[in-house]
């Protein structure tokens, strides 16, 4: 029971960090309805940004963090003004195959500046555990659970409560309709993709005790967190989170419980019964279809 | 300039619309007959590799071109003709017979993933198909009775009819072009008969595809099974080229390779796989030249401009430290399919027909032509 337990916090946590990147691809696909293949790899930028502030530099864990967030911020509206924006209102097609350009190239150009060792930062969560009876649950896990329920939450009330959350729902709707209305689409969609390029920062460095960040991780960790987004439906904030939690739990019980090697396939096998059943996801819209 | 009047349906759906065809085509097949005779032998086996790559891009093409269904999974039908290619011959089964039992069974299984994506549009059948290449990968890895696991499978080499046929060989380079002749006299037939019409209809709109009568989950399914199947054909051709597979070699990173070879040649036309094949095999033989070379070139440049040897020797060593860096290949693959994405969505392909009409029309060729409309109404999600 104890070793369940101990499984399903650990899994919960990795979830958490699927999660997270999920956000990611839900944030800009309900803004802008773009599927963002680069997600993965801007988490790993913002590490990578993160261990340049704190590791090189030697500023504070909480300054270092707040400068990488800003920095990736940054990037995000760089990459949506160069990539994206000459070709939205394209077919889908094309732009996922732009962000998964932009994908290669940030993989590589990663590896060029960084290089292609492990790196690692030292966090306040590093260290230390929190004992509950016999059950021992370490700090690091426990800060990504707590930042991935704040995160949601108020990525959850910006979106339903703001003006600005509400401007970037009718611009996903109808692009056209909500620059008629006078909604500035393209500042919409540019802040967009700074919140997610944000948000992705936050998994990167929160991932950072947890395993290290080297340049392929975000490919890596992109390829479960996109599983995750569409488990719960792409669209869904909670959805988002809901969805990396399950595939997080999966993996690590899967790994735990069965034989080696369903660890990594068995979060498929139920994504793939999930869609079969349900094809828009657990928390999809089911809309009608217009010829 | 030539016209060409259709009077009926017979001359629009004409291979050879009219005798510059047959030439032009001709003298290609005749170029490509004897060049064994007269390219190098790395060359040819570069050659070999565009045959197999165009190969497989006809057959994304026939899926994802023709037929509206992204596929990110076609990496896994390789492996599974390569696999069943290896596995049988272990038990001296003839070429012909694995080749075409190897076609079969990809075929089957391609119609078996079909059947989920019946329900999957877009982005969710994107991930699909890549949750299958990534589960196929896995039990590549793990059914090591069949498979070996890991360690790979040795191929060994070709025997036709007695013949013993060497990777390296003119004749199956033949082979390799014969298939991919065949595949693509093969998939122009399929795709101005009913069923190709019917392809063409489900990717422009599933719901008036349906009210035309067209049965779309039958030629969903259909698409799928000839796309694997022509997949898996390519893979018992790539097994032999390699005479080495392993579950390493059949990534995602394969997968997306084959999208970009479409990407690039241009998804609306059976020439863009081609082109796009020759593009991404010749790529690596070309950036290892700029590699070798550029340095020297460029030292040459400057010194000409009056740098001084000193000077000329520091760019040499500088250009040579920067093309020797570790991942340059990969930037430059992520910056070529932004490019393409930005600015030739029709592909090589298309930016050929553009130039074709340029000179056509000339003095009268006008840019928007080619213009593709830009739809901001939310559309692939009440579509």
Partial sequence: MLDFVQQLVSGVALGCVYGLIALGFVLVYKATEVVNFAQGDLMMLGGFFAFTFIGMMGLNYWIGFAGAVAAMALFGMVAERVVVRPILGYPQFSIIMATIGLGYFLRSIAGMIWGTDDLKIETPFSQGVLRIGSLVLAYDKLSVIAATMILCTLLYLFFNKTTLGTAMRASSENMLAAYYMGIPVKRVVSIVWAISAAVATCAGVLLVPITFIHSNVGLVLGLKAFPAAVLGGFGSIPGAVVGGVLIGVIESMAGFYLAEGWKDVAPYIVLLTVLLLKPEGLFGLHVRKKV | ?383
């Avoid at chain 2, 030629?219 to 597979?245: C, D, E, N």
């Avoid at chain 2, 000193?310 to 070529?336: D, E, M, P, R, W």
């Fill in chain 2, 1 to 383: 300039m030539r016209f060409l009047f259709k009077t009926d349906y017979e001359d629009d759906i004409k291979l050879f619309p009219h005798s510059g065809y047959v030439v032009t085509y001709g003298v290609l097949l005749a170029l490509l007959l004897i060049a064994p005779y007269l390219l190098s032998s790395y060359l040819m086996s570069q050659l070999v590799f565009v045959c197999i790559y165009a190969t497989v891009g006809v057959a994304l093409l026939i899926l994802t071109g023709f037929t509206g269904q992204a596929s990110l999974g076609h990496a896994a039908f390789l492996a599974i003709g390569a696999y069943t290619a290896a596995y049988l011959q272990k038990y001296n089964v003839p070429f012909p017979v694995y080749f075409l039992a190897a076609g079969a069974l990809t075929g089957l299984i391609g119609a078996m993933v079909g059947f989920p994506a019946l329900r999957l549009t877009g982005i969710y059948l994107v991930i699909a198909t890549i949750s299958f290449a990534l589960i196929v990968e896995e039990i590549l890895a793990r059914w090591e009775s069949v498979t070996h696991g890991n360690e790979g499978m040795r191929v060994k080499t070709l025997s036709l009819l007695g013949v013993t046929v060497p990777r390296d060989s003119p004749t199956f380079y033949y082979l390799c072009l014969a298939v991919l002749v065949l595949t693509i006299v093969g998939t122009l037939n399929l795709l101005r008969s009913p069923t190709g019409r019917a392809f063409v209809a489900i990717r422009d709109s599933e719901t008036a595809a349906r009210s035309m009568g067209v049965n779309v989950a039958l030629y969903k399914v259909k698409s799928f099974a000839i796309s694997a199947a022509i997949t898996g054909f390519a893979g018992v051709l790539f097994a032999h080229k390699l005479s080495f597979i392993s579950p390493e070699m059949f990534t995602l990173q394969l997968s997306i390779e084959f999208i970009i070879v479409i990407l690039i040649g241009g998804t609306f036309s059976l020439h863009g796989a081609v082109l796009g094949a020759i593009f991404i095999v010749m790529i690596d033989p070309f950036l290892t030249y700029l590699k070798d070379d550029m340095p020297g070139i460029i030292a040459g440049i400057a010194a000409t401009f009056g740098a001084g040897t000193a000077t000329a020797g520091n760019i040499q060593s500088k250009v040579a430290a920067f093309a020797s860096l570790n991942g340059l290949k990969g930037a430059i693959y992520g910056i070529i399919i932004v490019l393409f994405v930005l600015f030739e969505p029709l592909g090589l392909y298309g930016r050929w027909l553009k130039i074709k009409l340029f000179f056509q029309l000339f003095p009268l060729y006008k840019r928007a032509t080619f213009k593709r409309q830009k739809i901001y109404v939310k559309s692939e999600r009440n579509r």
